[in-house]
């Protein structure tokens, strides 16, 4: 058994929570700086908090139970309602919500792309092709995709905080929304036998725990703060649109 390999596999049941809870206190941090009163600041957290932690707790009895394991070529429906049922859910209340644009006002945009670094922990997918266990046609485009998406998230944010490059922001959500579909893409396909079987007769599935939390935790949350940084980044766009649209009408006039 190699043990440093294997670690990267279980790290995630560590730093998951931790994330979480980060996530949590920048959101705290925002609602903080916006002109809600301190109950509607409380009511709103409260939305978002329960629900989130709740969903994490679930998931994770869920896996380490094995729901999401299935047979050889032999797909679990659980894993991709798991998936998007709360991706649909979160951005429907969200679309719903009239206090998420005032909190994204405040927010720092730099904040909701640089969080996401935590997506380095797609090294546990390349462990996994070392060790043998899992195809590479699923392995490495995950692998590869959530570790370019977890390395370049810091250089997007700095570029969005030091100079305001709004399509450095956008093109980096880009890149991370694509990783994510195209590992769920890949991982059906794995799951439904269509992919190369591992090289160890026997490895566990993708539905096998703590691997499973990947998927059917970090992937929809990773969607839904991508649809939360691309909401912010367009609507700061426009509103710097709209606030030049002005000078070069001037501009024109003058001439």
């Known amino acids: 058994m190699n043990l440093p390999l294997e670690g990267l596999t279980y790290i995630g049941i560590v730093f998951r929570p931790i994330y979480v809870v980060i996530i949590l206190f920048g959101f705290w941090a925002g609602l903080s700086r916006t002109r809600l009163s301190p109950s509607e600041r409380k009511k709103f957290f409260l939305s978002v908090s329960i629900p989130l932690i709740a969903w994490l707790i679930a998931i994770w009895i869920l896996s380490s139970r094995g729901a999401f394991?299935?047979?050889?070529?032999?797909?679990?429906?659980?894993?991709?309602?798991?998936?998007?049922?709360?991706?649909?859910?979160?951005?429907?209340?969200?679309?719903?919500?009239?206090?998420?644009?005032?909190?994204?006002?405040?927010?720092?945009?730099?904040?909701?792309?640089?969080?996401?670094?935590?997506?380095?922990?797609?090294?546990?997918?390349?462990?996994?092709?070392?060790?043998?266990?899992?195809?590479?046609?699923?392995?490495?485009?995950?692998?590869?995709?959530?570790?370019?998406?977890?390395?370049?998230?810091?250089?997007?944010a700095l570029a969005v905080a030091r100079s305001g490059n709004i399509a450095a922001g956008l093109t980096w959500n880009a890149l991370g929304v694509f990783d994510l579909f195209l590992a769920v893409v890949m991982g059906i396909l794995n799951g439904a036998g269509f992919l190369p079987p591992p090289a160890v007769p026997g490895a566990p599935p993708l539905g096998a725990y703590p691997l499973v939390m990947i998927p059917a935790y970090t992937v929809p949350l990773s969607l839904v703060l991508h649809y939360l940084s691309i909401r912010q980044l367009r609507r700061r766009r426009s509103g710097e649109e709209q606030a030049s649209a002005p000078k070069r009408t001037a501009s024109v006039d003058i001439g």
């Open 69 to 156: 394991m299935s047979g050889p070529g032999r797909g679990n429906p659980l894993l991709p309602i798991a998936i998007f049922s709360p991706l649909i859910i979160w951005i429907a209340a969200f679309n719903r919500s009239t206090v998420l644009d005032e909190v994204l006002e405040v927010i720092p945009s730099w904040w909701l792309i640089g969080i996401q670094v935590y997506r380095v922990l797609g090294l546990a997918f390349l462990a996994q092709l070392v060790l043998g266990r899992i195809s590479p046609a699923f392995a490495l485009p995950a692998g590869i995709g959530d570790v370019l998406t977890g390395v370049l998230a810091p250089f997007a």
